[in-house]
């Protein structure tokens, strides 16, 4: 991997068919498949003008981000956590500083290099200050990840236990994930 940049965005993404099956209640599986590649092209065009990796271990999504002008990290069976964990390293070999993990199911982002403008860690939560939507971190950091329930709380303590400082961004855009049927009112990918 050749030098990207002192910044880069990370977008974490599985496997279309698999993707957002909270909806099935409202949405069949391939209009789900559907909506799922529709908002993670929409956030790796959020990205521009910023170079992409997309951390995934689903062919299908492979040739997607290369279609889509993004460098694909292959990390197969790995979890989501140890997922990103190992692209933030890879992005790190290659030169990156900082990275931004933006999750695939945000259908409202705005731009996203203004993410990355702080020097510690910044996180951006869920509406309901829950869940982690994005995060920039210093790439040599050794951040832990831990996404799931709680992982706002969880990110926050992990940037103070490692001493980088935190600045928390509530940004409605960004905040606007898609997880339920309920979610899917006002979203447009």
């Given at each position: 991997?050749t030098?990207l ?8 993404v599985?496997a ?5 099956l ?5 949405l069949?599986?391939l209009a ?17 003008p ?5 951390v ?15 460098l ?11 997922a ?5 390293e890879r992005?790190a ?11 695939g199911d945000l259908?409202?982002?705005p731009g996203?290099?203004w993410?990355?403008?702080?020097p510690?860690?910044?996180v951006?939560p869920?509406t309901?200050?829950?869940?982690t ?16 329930p709680g992982?706002?709380a969880r990110?926050s ?9 935190l600045?928390?961004?509530r940004?409605a ?12 009112v006002?979203s447009?990918?």
């Open positions: 991997m030098l940049g002192p910044v880069a965005v990370l977008v974490p599985k279309f068919a698999d993707a957002k909270r909806l099935a209640p409202a069949p599986p789900r498949a559907e909506l799922a590649r529709s908002m993670a092209s929409h956030v790796v065009r959020a990205a521009a910023l170079p992409t990796a997309v995934c271990d689903d062919l299908e999504v492979a040739s997607w981000a290369r279609g889509e002008g993004a694909v990290i292959w990390e197969p069976e790995r979890g989501l956590n140890r990103v964990e190992a692209g933030v992005l070999a290659a030169g990156v500083r900082r990275v931004i993990v933006a999750h259908p409202l982002a996203l290099a993410v990355a403008r702080f510690g860690v910044t951006v869920d309901v200050s829950n869940g939507n994005v995060i920039c971190v210093p790439s040599e950091a050794g951040f832990t990840f831990s996404y799931g992982s706002f990110h303590a992990e940037a103070f236990r490692r001493g980088l400082p600045r928390v961004v940004e855009g960004l905040a606007h994930d898609v997880d339920t049927p309920a979610d899917l006002g447009r990918a």
